[in-house]
Every structure is written in structure tokens, then in C-alpha cells.
């Protein structure tokens, strides 16, 4: 019997020409037996990709589900509960069910972003080419970080190195700077595949040129020597899917996007470069220290503010201008190189910890009454800052006043992340009403109205 091997196109019934009643798959083993079955590989990346809905990776164990929002308490219940809709992409793993995720396209350099919400407790990843992952973990509250925390380079797996020693390169952030389970975080990853020559032969390592979490970069051109534990493939190739751990723990994920970044460039031979400065650091110390500064801040910088460091290694960012906290951070204290460096034109104290940002918003404001909608964005008129005055351990006491009004918070120290006024003194017209603008944990806003006509009054906010 002469073989008939002239198949039809993709898409077709699958039957070789000629014999339609036979399975295509059966006659490659019969008819041809000779010709090795063809492998067709994903499509490459090109350009950018949304991955916003499951429709946009391959198909999908039942763990994973589109969803229009979440519900429940993810701060402190393990799972997550989904509304219907489509947005993001949530994980359910469950006994039977566990599957990871990956796209249809394959890619070789990489930038990814987006954002992500994990409940407490859980546990996730991103595997960059289906073999380098980024760890994605629950790791609020630690101090010092290791190499199974949130952002880190996951650690490679050999159990030929012996016991107690089948761990290794594995890469931990920076710092820490993860939000409490429940908050969406963001992240930003710029992966460079490794590299190989016309043999096949491995020429450079993989590696992740940045990785930030909540706009800090908790990872900076570290190395992948190889495929780390848990990934679809061990060896190593010149592109593969992305992928999303789906056998660990609850993730949610929304705004993912990929895309081509651009090649790298190398610098021209001969072409001189200015080295970069020594950083400037100021570090904490067993005192309070304040270091006045201009604080970047968007939209913009606040020029008549001060930096705090605490020896909890617990810092912050105070607008003597709006009498608010703008943000606070972990770490080392202040990078002022830019107080100095080139006659120190931009004057920007910058925090060198993984920092959380707040409003900026006006610590206190005059409204016309308790139901007036929305807080003022800049400072009233009447708003006069009166400077700050230090207690004995060093830490600045703020002080302000608003049309008669007197406010100062009580002394910011790690525990007390709010610029909320402890008291208020002055002489009010009766229907005076104040409101703390933030919240002191799970009270609600407190609201004061006077009774008495031009009483003289203080009002505790302990």
C-alpha cells in the first residue's frame, strides 16, 4: 500500500486526503510511519499584550476565574470571594484543582506590570519564560526579608547538593516593601532572557534587570543562573510562556500587561561616561533626628517640609505647609545626594526605604459644615504654620493655626501614622464643627460641634 501523507490545512476535519474515514492520528502510526509528528511552537511576543482576562491566556483549570471586583474580608480570611465580571483574574485553589496559568505567546525579554491582592497567609508566583520566578507572598510585618519573600528571585532546587544544601541562589529583596494582605500592591518587573550562541550553547545567564514593588526597586540586575524550584520546564531555551502559579495559595491579579522592552544598547568604544556620584545617606541613629529638605511629592515637590527618622527605624515626611504627613517608610533614613551633588540645585531628600504614600491633603481645614462633600486639597488662607518645637528625645512637635484655631498633633512616633491634631485650643462661635481628617484605626471620623456661644474650649482627640 503506498502511504497517502498529504494532510489537510489546520483547521480542517483532520483526515488524511483520499481515506476520510480513517484518524488522522492513527495513519501517522499506520499509513506513515517513517514521519515524526510535528511540534509547532507558541508565538513569539511581539509588541504588548493584555492580560486582564482569562481569555487572554491558555485555557484555564476551574481554580482560575474572571471576576468584576472582590468581596469578603481578604485582610483576614484565607480565600478570596468574587463578584461576577470581568477585570481581573483571581486564583480559588482548591483540593483537585490547582492549575497554573499560562499564555499562548512565548517571549524572551520581558516587561511586565500591574497589580496584585493577596489574602493572608498566601502564597504565589510569577515565572518569567515558565522557569524564573518572582516570588509572591504575604510577608507584611517582616523586618528583614529572606529569600522566600514577596519580591524575591526564588531559590533553585538540587537534592544531589546534600541535605541542607539543595537551596540555593536564591536572591531576597532589598527591603520590604510589601502592604497588608487585602491591598492591591503594584509591581513592575523588567526580565532579560539569557542568551545562546548558533550552537545552542548557553553564552549569559538570565536575568532580571529590575524588580519594584510599591515603586521601589527591591531588586536591581540580580542574576537567574538557572531555572528555579517549581517551574514548568528545567532546562533553559531562548524564549517560553509566561506563567502564574496557581498551586499554592489565592492570588488575585488586574492591569497585567506585558510588553517588548526595548533592546539593550551597548555604549559606543571610546565614548567617556561620567561616573556617578557617591551616594549621600543618612542613616538613623539611637535619637530622633530631623533633616530639613525638600520632599519630592507629586504633583509637586513640598519645599517647606522636613524629614523624621526614629531609632524604630519607622520614618516619615512632614508638610509644615499643610500641616500633613506625606509619607512613611522602613529602611535606612535619607539619600541626599541631590542636596549636595551638582551645587545642589534640586535640594530632594529622598527616602531610601520602600515608603507609603499619603494624600498630602490639609491635616486641617474650615468647612462650612459636617456635610460638606470632600476635604479642600490645598491649605485655606487662613492657615498659618507656626513651626515645630522639640521634645527632649528630639522629636518634633508640629504646630499650626486656622482662623483662631491652634492645633498640634501629639509627638509621631512608630504606632501613631496620622498628623490628627491631639487637641485644639481657641474661642469659637456657637455651630463650629471640626473633623480630624483621619481615621485613628477603626473609630470613625470624630466630630466636635460647640454648644455654647464664644466658648473658650480645648478638645482632646486622646
Known amino acids: 500500500m503506498t502511504p497517502i501523507c498529504r494532510s489537510r490545512s489546520l483547521g480542517e ?51 482560575w476565574k474572571d471576576a468584576g471586583g472582590l468581596k469578603g474580608n481578604p485582610r483576614e480570611e484565607a480565600g478570596l470571594l468574587i463578584n461576577d465580571g470581568v477585570g481581573m483574574v483571581v486564583n480559588q485553589p482548591a483540593a483537585g484543582a490547582k492549575s497554573d496559568l499560562f499564555t499562548e505567546w512565548e517571549h524572551a525579554d520581558l516587561e511586565l506590570e500591574g497589580e496584585f491582592l493577596l489574602p493572608k497567609g498566601s502564597n504565589s508566583g510569577i515565572y518569567f519564560m515558565g522557569r524564573y520566578e518572582i516570588q509572591l507572598f504575604d510577608s507584611w510585618g517582616k523586618r528583614t526579608p529572606g529569600e522566600h519573600d514577596l519580591g524575591a528571585l526564588y531559590p533553585r532546587w538540587d537534592a544531589a547538593r546534600g541535605k541542607g544544601q539543595e537551596s540555593f541562589d536564591g536572591v531576597p529583596p532589598r527591603a520590604n516593601a510589601s502592604r497588608a494582605p487585602g491591598l492591591w500592591q503594584q509591581v513592575r518587573i523588567v526580565f532579560r ?22 515603586g521601589y526597586p527591591v531588586l536591581i540586575d540580580v542574576v537567574a543562573t538557572g531555572p528555579t524550584r517549581s517551574g514548568r520546564f528545567t532546562d533553559e531555551a ?6 502564574i502559579q496557581g498551586s499554592h495559595g489565592p492570588v488575585a491579579l488586574r492591569g497585567l500587561r506585558a510588553r517588548v522592552p526595548k533592546p539593550l544598547v551597548a555604549a559606543a568604544k571610546g565614548t ?7 551616594p549621600i545617606l543618612l ?15 507629586e504633583p509637586y515637590k513640598r519645599l517647606y517640609a522636613c524629614s523624621v527618622a526614629t531609632p524604630e527605624g519607622v520614618h516619615y515626611a512632614f508638610d509644615l505647609e499643610t500641616f500633613s504627613l506625606l509619607r512613611v517608610w522602613r529602611g535606612e533614613f535619607l539619600d541626599t545626594t ?32 459636617a456635610e460638606t462633600n ?31 484655631l491652634r492645633a498640634r498633633p501629639g509627638p509621631l ?24 481628617s483621619l481615621r485613628l484605626k477603626k473609630s470613625p471620623p470624630r466630630w466636635v460641634k460647640l454648644e455654647r456661644a464664644l466658648s473658650s474650649v480645648t478638645v482632646s482627640a486622646t
Open 13 to 63: 476535519s483532520g483526515l488524511i486526503r483520499g481515506m476520510p474515514s480513517l484518524p488522522r492520528v492513527w495513519l501517522w502510526i499506520v499509513a506513515c510511519p517513517l514521519l515524526a509528528p510535528i511540534t509547532v511552537s507558541a508565538a513569539a511576543l511581539t509588541g504588548s499584550a493584555d492580560l486582564s482576562r482569562l481569555a487572554d491566556f491558555k485555557a484555564a483549570g476551574p481554580n
Open 193 to 214: 532572557a539569557p542568551r545562546f550562541d548558533d550552537q545552542g550553547k548557553k553564552i549569559a545567564d538570565a536575568r532580571f534587570e529590575r524588580v519594584e514593588l510599591n
Open 238 to 243: 531562548a524564549q517560553g510562556p509566561l506563567m
Open 272 to 278: 567617556p561616561s561620567r561616573p556617578s556620584p557617591a
Open 283 to 297: 542613616s538613623a541613629s539611637d535619637r530622633v533626628r530631623v533633616q530639613r529638605g525638600f520632599v519630592p511629592f
Open 338 to 369: 541631590e542636596m549636595w551633588e551638582g551645587r545642589g540645585i534640586s535640594q530632594l531628600a529622598k527616602p531610601t526605604g520602600p515608603a507609603l504614600t499619603l494624600s498630602g491633603a490639609p491635616g486641617v481645614a474650615l468647612l462650612e459644615s
Open 374 to 404: 470632600g476635604w479642600p486639597a490645598r491649605p485655606d488662607p487662613l492657615y498659618v504654620s507656626e513651626g515645630y518645637r522639640l521634645e527632649s528625645d528630639g522629636t518634633p512637635v508640629f504646630r499650626a493655626s486656622l482662623s483662631g
Open 413 to 436: 512616633r512608630p504606632g501613631v501614622a496620622s498628623s490628627v491634631p491631639s487637641a485644639v485650643e481657641g474661642i469659637y462661635p456657637v455651630g463650629t464643627v471640626f473633623c480630624f
